[in-house]
């Protein structure tokens, strides 16, 4: 199997809400068919589902689903970048759940839910710079 993850799909309960969200962030639609939202990053997809439909295509019902404990994490290439997108979130219906603050092992860091609860962390970690495209790797993109 590949190392790497090509689409993540977040159910929603209200996909318009939902992407309505996504766009007050700036993040930019790509085509897709109806009834889905997509957002193409780098080197992935965020797709945006209908709940009841992503069970049904699963095969589990709708309350099996839940809400499993993980954090999506947008890592940016300055510290000081981190405060101004958690407000731009806030701004766009996000809950804060960590305000921006240093970390014990020297990142700097913030939490916020969006609004249908999907966790994200902000993040700049020193120890990973990003490639010049903003591509993360857990230690970054130097030689060797």
């Not at 068919?33 to 709708?62: R, S, W």
């Not at 701004?91 to 249908?116: C, M, N, R, T």
Request: charged share 20%; net charge negative; aromatic share 10%.
């Amino acid at each position: 199997m590949d190392q790497r993850i090509s689409l993540i799909t977040l159910g929603t309960r209200d996909v318009a809400r939902l992407a309505e969200f996504y766009d007050a962030l700036g993040w930019e639609r790509t085509a897709s068919p109806d009834g889905v939202v997509a957002y193409d990053l780098i080197g992935q997809t965020l797709g945006l589902y209908p709940l009841d439909k992503l069970a049904e295509d699963i095969g589990v019902p709708v309350d099996q689903l839940g809400h499993g404990a993980s954090t999506f994490g947008l890592n940016l290439s300055q510290k000081e970048a981190v405060a101004p997108l958690l407000e731009r979130a806030k701004a766009a219906g996000a809950k804060i759940l960590k305000p921006a603050q240093d970390v014990f092992w020297g990142g700097h860091h913030g939490y916020f839910s969006d609004p249908e609860g999907h966790i994200w962390e902000i993040a700049h970690n020193p120890f990973s710079p990003l490639r010049e495209d903003g591509a993360f790797r857990w230690l970054g993109y130097g030689e060797g």
